[in-house]
């Protein structure tokens, strides 16, 4: 590796440990954050190792509110103006790779019919291991993506996906089946 990237290396984990906070992380596990990343952290935020993110050129955000949690596992990569807010909770797997523009929320912040109590628009997502969320999804309250599965470009999930499938359209459909071995890791 070059000096020059060495040193953006570095700083990109520099900046991550000032975002996130130390959380006992080693140099080599801390998370690096490029651009401009926002973090409002009124709840439970856990951050797993070499977790990276990208602020540029749009910016990215994490919002946890009060009360709530935000769990992203081990080597979680997040792409360029990504908005994720959780009301109540998101749990994010190991090895998930997320893609530019895409938006992941816990809740529908708005009633439609009158009869709907605010509470029950908030619903938990869980995306699991090995998942890749591809450029301009949105992936809505309630939903529970099944590890190794794959949601193309532009797609709005808004029930559950199973393992091992992808989804597309919107709303998001199985389109078809991946053979993923146990133990395999999309690169």
Request: charged share 20%.
């Amino acid at each position: 590796m070059s000096a020059k990237k060495k040193l953006l290396h570095l700083t990109s984990k520099i900046k991550g440990l000032s975002t996130f906070g130390k959380r006992g992380y080693s140099l080599k596990d801390a998370p690096s954050v490029r651009g401009k990343v926002y973090v409002n952290d009124y709840g439970e935020l856990v951050i797993g190792r070499q977790f990276s993110m990208i602020g540029r050129p749009w910016a990215s955000q994490l919002t946890v509110d009060k009360g709530a949690k935000l769990l992203f596992g081990h080597n979680v990569f997040i792409n360029a103006g990504c908005g994720i807010a959780a009301t109540t909770e998101i749990r994010i797997g190991n090895d998930v790779r997320i893609g530019p523009r895409t938006s992941i929320m816990d809740s529908d912040y708005h009633r439609l019919d009158a009869d709907v109590m605010y509470h029950d628009l908030k619903k938990p997502v869980i995306i699991g291991d090995n998942v890749w969320i591809g450029t301009r999804c949105t992936i809505l309250a309630g939903v529970t993506i099944g590890k190794n599965s794959v949601v193309a470009a532009g797609s709005i999930v808004i029930k559950d996906v199973p393992e091992n499938v992808v989804v597309a359209g919107a709303p998001a459909k199985v389109i078809r089946e991946l053979n993923t071995p146990d133990g395999w890791v999309r690169g």
